[in-house]
């Protein structure tokens, strides 16, 4: 079984910062692509960033510039770092992470989502 444990995110003034984090977990996994999206109320779900074991790294337009993802390929860690926040990046944030388990299929996982509100 894969866990995906969120932490980060809150209230914060629009141009500020936060960073997000996710941890994948469990027996036998192999994490592959880890990434962030997000979903405001009323809309679907969009990528946000995207980055694989090798470090290509993907961002939707919105956030390019502002938004940096990295992450820890022996600890199963990725992390967002989101500056000069805009209201507009107010949503539900989650995690993903393309995980195979003792070799098998890779599956998406997701984590619980963590809000983030920017207020103007």
């Known amino acids: 079984q894969v866990q995906l444990v969120e932490s980060g995110g809150g209230l914060v003034q629009a141009g500020g910062s936060v960073t997000l984090s996710c941890k994948a977990s469990g027996s036998g996994i192999s994490v592959e692509a880890m990434g962030w999206y997000r979903q405001a109320p009323g809309q679907e779900r969009e990528l946000v960033a995207l980055i694989t074991t090798n470090n290509y790294q993907k961002y939707a337009d919105s956030v390019k510039g502002r938004f940096t993802i990295s992450r820890d390929n022996a600890a199963n860690t990725v992390s967002l770092q989101m500056d000069n926040l805009k209201a507009e990046d107010t949503a539900v944030y989650y995690c993903?992470?393309?995980?195979?388990?003792?070799?098998?299929?890779?599956?998406?996982?997701w984590g619980q989502g963590t809000q983030v509100t920017a207020s103007s």
């Open positions: 993903l992470a393309d995980v195979e388990i003792n070799g098998g299929a890779l599956t998406h996982y």
